[in-house]
C-alpha cells in the first residue's frame, strides 16, 4: 500500500465510498444527499491542510485529511479525519494511515493531535486510536444521533506529540 497526496481527480474515486459512509450516518455528522461537487470541500482540504490517499494494487481505498484543529493560537494542535473503502475495512488501511497522520503531524511541527467527534459506538476506530497511543479526553454525551442506537456521545480523543 502506498499513502500520497491526493490530486484534484482523485475526488472521483474518493467520492463514491464517502457518500456511502455519510449516508450510513453511524460515524460522520456530514450532511447526507451531497452531490460529487457539493461532498468535495468537505473532504478535500486546502493548505495548511492536506488530503491523502491510500492507493493498493492502483485503486484507492481509503483516504485521511489532516489540518490545524483551530487558526490562530490553536494550530498548534493538529486533527484528522479518516475513511476507509468498506470493501476494505478491517485489512490496514485505517492503521496504516493513521500511522501516517501522526509522522505527518510531527514532521510539520504539531504538538498534538485532537480528534473532536469520535462516535463513541464506533468501537473499531476508538480501539484502533487507543492502539496508536491517542486516549479519550471526555465524551459529550447524546452529541450524535445514530441510526441504530438513538442519541449517542462523542469522544474528543487527544495524542500529544
Do not use: C
Amino acid at each position: 500500500m502506498i499513502i500520497r497526496q491526493a490530486n484534484e481527480s482523485d475526488w472521483a474515486d474518493i467520492y463514491p465510498f464517502f457518500r456511502l459512509i455519510v449516508s450510513e450516518g453511524t460515524t460522520y455528522a456530514f450532511p447526507e444527499g451531497l452531490s460529487l461537487e457539493d461532498a468535495r470541500p468537505w473532504w478535500m482540504e486546502h493548505s495548511p491542510g492536506t488530503t491523502v490517499v491510500a492507493v493498493e494494487d492502483s485503486s484507492i481505498v481509503g483516504s485521511a485529511k489532516m489540518g490545524p484543529n483551530r487558526p490562530g493560537r490553536g494550530s498548534h494542535v493538529a486533527t484528522a479525519s479518516f475513511m476507509v473503502d468498506p470493501t476494505h475495512q478491517g485489512s490496514g488501511v485505517g492503521l496504516a494511515l493513521g500511522h501516517y497522520v501522526i509522522d505527518w503531524a510531527r514532521a510539520a511541527g504539531y504538538r498534538s493531535i485532537q480528534f473532536n467527534a469520535v462516535v463513541a459506538t464506533n468501537h473499531a476506530a476508538v480501539r484502533l486510536w487507543e492502539r496508536l497511543g491517542f486516549s479519550i479526553l471526555a465524551t459529550v454525551p447524546k452529541a450524535f444521533d445514530h441510526p441504530e442506537h438513538g442519541l449517542v456521545g462523542l469522544h474528543v480523543m487527544f495524542l500529544e506529540l
